[in-house]
């Protein structure tokens, strides 16, 4: 019978052996999912045996958790905070998601930034029609204050791209919303009325369907001129989930006027153009020029921006679209930073910034929500052109506008690869998602697995 001692030396001998003999083992297992092993690597030119171990896997889920937990703790709020983080939910001042989505718009008066905005459009949503309001001194991306629910519209479909400005002249507050929709009042404490829709756009309701618009204030003609953009395509029969019961072809843009009080628009418009796949405007003005700003229609996806310029609001329509320009430069997966034009808009001196929108909640395929809805990037005229730079991370008070300071992207906002297509708002999309890359994939990686070529 073999003694004890003897079993000990032939073990050790067989295990210098093998440490001798076989190659380096390298097995990587799933963040995710622990008990999945995902690849197998030899590495013959190593004498060391690697083994990632089950426990090794559970301390890095363990550090991710930390990391989001200190990420939570690095946003809280600060009313002081200049600071922008991008790829992060924004919560305001009682640790709650900013509703301001569906076209809401940042406004500045009287020296506060203001941001009127509403719930994501889902099913799930039947209060996506109410406004809310928040405040912030300082833009900081954790600064925003939660003012008030300024309106409790029984109509769900209320709320889209709205703004907030003050009419200086009579001293009223303005809220004004795509499809016509206008609300007022003296004081933002106060009550918010609800005023007629214009006539203009009332009349032609039934015939064509009015889409998204914006708003602008033309200080610059010294006569309180108040402006509508928007645009309105005939009614069709929807045959699918992406036809949206408009006839794309005939989308038509429209500037209109607002009388003095802002409250009624003028029947005529300044200007008016076909304008096929377009949405998201903006219109800005700056050194002798205005510009307006567009992102292409590309349902809940991100898309390219455009924009025209011209010296007068009239002449828009007699101009050539130009892309705007991103850095990093637009590619087939990320667009407009990952997002859709939602507004440009000026915080002082030389300072503007591009909002983008991406939409987690109606869309899950496109856009994963610990990546907030809201991108708020730099944006610089050079040489008369508009430039936008992606930004992680940084000080609006520090950022420097002279320069192309800007990050390079690890994604843009897409959404998962592998979803469930029952839970999906819009099944259309699951194909499309499939072949996805993941998160943080590197560009050659993504190249390869890249089977459906987005335009």
């Not at 001998?13 to 076989?22: D, F």
């Not at 029947?267 to 405007?281: H, T």
């Amino acid at each position: 019978m073999m003694s004890s001692s003897n079993i000990s030396r032939i073990y050790l001998l067989i295990v210098v052996i093998a440490s001798i003999s076989l190659p380096s083992v390298s097995i990587l297992f799933d963040e995710e999912k622990t008990s999945n092993v995902v690849g197998i690597g030899y590495e013959s030119n190593q004498e060391q045996y690697e083994i990632i171990s089950i426990n090794e896997t559970s301390s890095r889920k363990e550090e991710r958790v930390q990391t989001e937990v200190r990420e939570k703790k690095d946003r809280s709020f600060n009313p002081n905070s200049t600071s922008i983080r991008n790829d992060v939910k924004w919560l305001d001042d009682r640790g709650m998601q900013l509703d301001t989505t569906r076209g809401g718009e940042i406004s500045k008066i009287d020296g506060v930034f203001y941001w009127v905005g509403t719930r994501p459009y889902t099913r799930k949503n039947d209060d996506h029609g109410d406004l809310y309001l928040y405040k912030s001194n300082t833009l900081g991306s954790n600064s925003w204050t939660f003012v008030r629910k300024l309106y409790d519209n029984p109509n769900s479909m209320g709320g889209a791209s709205c703004q907030l400005n003050k009419n200086t002249k009579y001293q009223t507050f303005m809220i004004h919303c795509k499809g016509g929709q206008i609300y007022t009042s003296d004081s933002l404490d106060g009550d918010i009325q609800r005023l007629p829709s214009p006539k203009v756009i009332e009349e032609q309701k039934k015939l064509y369907k009015w889409g998204d618009a914006t708003f602008f204030e033309d200080k610059k003609s010294g006569d309180n001129a108040f402006y509508m953009v928007t645009t309105r395509a005939e009614r069709a029969e929807k045959t699918d989930e992406n036809t949206f019961g408009i006839d794309g072809e005939s989308r038509t843009l429209f500037i209109y006027r607002f009388n003095d009080k802002w409250t009624t628009l003028w029947r005529n418009p300044v200007a008016s153009w076909k304008w096929k796949n377009r949405e998201g405007f903006s219109l800005v003005y700056s050194n002798g020029f205005y510009y307006l700003s567009a992102s292409m229609t590309a349902g809940w996806r991100d898309s390219r921006t455009y924009y025209r310029k011209s010296s007068t609001i009239k002449g828009l329509s007699a101009v050539e679209d130009k892309e705007m320009k991103f850095f990093p430069e637009n590619n087939y997966m990320i667009k407009s930073g990952g997002s859709q034009q939602r507004q440009i808009f000026k915080a002082g001196k030389g300072k503007w910034f591009f909002l983008g929108s991406r939409h987690p909640s109606e869309d899950p395929s496109e856009y994963h929500k610990k990546y907030g809805r809201t991108i708020i990037l730099p944006l610089k005229f050079k040489n008369g052109e508009p430039e936008v730079y992606w930004k992680y991370d940084y000080d609006t008070d520090l950022y420097n506008f002279n320069i192309r300071d800007y990050d390079e992207h690890f994604h843009g906002g897409l959404g998962h690869t592998n979803l469930n297509c029952s839970k999906l708002p819009n099944k259309s999309h699951c194909k499309r998602a499939k072949y996805f890359c993941k998160w943080n994939t590197e560009k050659s990686e993504c190249k390869k697995k890249q089977k459906y070529q987005r335009q």
